[in-house]
RNA sequence: GGAGGAGUGGCCGAGUGGUUGAAGGCGGCGGUCUUGAAAACCGUUAGACCCGGAAGGGUCUCGGGGGUUCGAAUCCCUCCUCCUCCGCCA
């Protein structure tokens, strides 16, 4: 959400903005429902003024035994006057409220303008694997070591959803506890684990609602949902809170699993694991000082690379153009890995500085020692999302007996080298 | 799920319809005193919003929302959170 003050002074930012993201917003009738609006608030504040001086009359009429019935009839009309204008107001409120909620957040200078082909690749680690056969895609791989069971996923839940068996479960685990440990033990984060399931308030504050509804699972009856991504519950954590911004910069990281509805994604990747209604991911989030945001994004998005880089996955760093971000970024990284059998890149992490509009919606403040208190900045990328980790891994590290190697950073956790292929098939 | 109790400022804690945005204490900050510190004493110590160029003025906020009333921290309704007991349960 934006800085109504801010939103007023520079509406033709706000125009050229929703040209880039393709909105259209109609800005005109917003600056006259919010002038409307503060007339209203002038003229109604006053008339509270008088009533607050009148039952002060009052109360020292009655001390004095004196009669204030002349004065009470007068106020009746006065307050009744000032509950219709008050409701009023709150109309007023609600319309430029929800108004203001689909805003979407401004990009930063340094965003590329344009869609997605406008995208600018930043940098890039790594090569891919050489095969001497040709590699194949992660699903039969799956099948063919039977770690990946997706006929029974959809006997127990349907389509895009997956068990992982044996050794497939295993490395689920073993890349989220690994990614743990390093954000934990070496980047300074702090374990964050939350409840899976989240209230309205928290997605409005992160800007999931009110436009993203349909992306996610509601649970019927409750004012209860599947957390979409554990962004919701690491921004929720302080909403409505004034933190002492001397502990600033606050890094947390969470693994969680994450749903989304994949109401807009029919008949895209629809084979395989890559576009799952659940899936677990490990987030890593940051509150920050305003003057600071920008150089954490650079250490957040350095703090995934390094869990690539560990597990020598080839990939590449993008820049999200302004008609790439998501709703509440003012800038983005994406991190897409190399998958041999599609021969391409595919994302799987992506870093965001929200600036204060995340803050804002949340209300998440933080006081210097000396001066006033501020909206702080908070930052979310994917470190990793492990059910594409789990398949980058698997294609990647694919061997021609049809096995697939573990990498070394893997191995304790493992507790092997390798996953070896089924000798028949079998359950 | 059933029964009962409680939510007041950074913290503790008064306050059950009328100068109460809120006594008192603690903590914080500034000062006096002191070689320095402590103690003591004095002062100070929320935020959001509206009008205004500013100075300043005003409104709202006592867990959230709604209601009663000329007027609500105080009365009513509702939701949330915490505590105690019973039941159930991983």
Redesign the pocket.
Known sequence: MHD??YFRQNLPRFEEMARLRNLTLNFAEFIELDRQR?QL??NV??R??Q??K???E??RL?KSGQD?AAV?TE??A??DGI?EDDQRI?EFDLRLNDFLLVIPNLPHVSVPPGGPDQNREVRRWGQPPNFDFAPRPHWEIGERTGILDLPRAAKIAGARFAVYKGPGARLERALANFMLDVHTREHGYTEILPPFLVNTASLLGVGQLPKFASDMFHLEGTDLWLTPTAEVELTGLYRDETIDAETLPIKVCAWTACFRSEAGAAGKDTRGILRQHQFQKVEMFKFTRAEDSYEELETLVANAETILQRLGLHYRVMLLATGDMGFAAAKTYDLEVWLPSAATFREISSCSNCEAFQARRAGIRAKPKAG??AFVHTLNGSGLAVGRTWLALVENYQQADGSILIPEVLRSFMGTDRIEPLKQSAG
Request: hydrophobic content about 40%; glycine content about 0%.
């Open positions: 109504l003050d503060r608030i002038t504040e006053s509270k003024a009533r607050n009148a039952s002060e009052i109360a009655k204030a009470i106020m009746k006065v307050s509950r709150a006033k208190s």
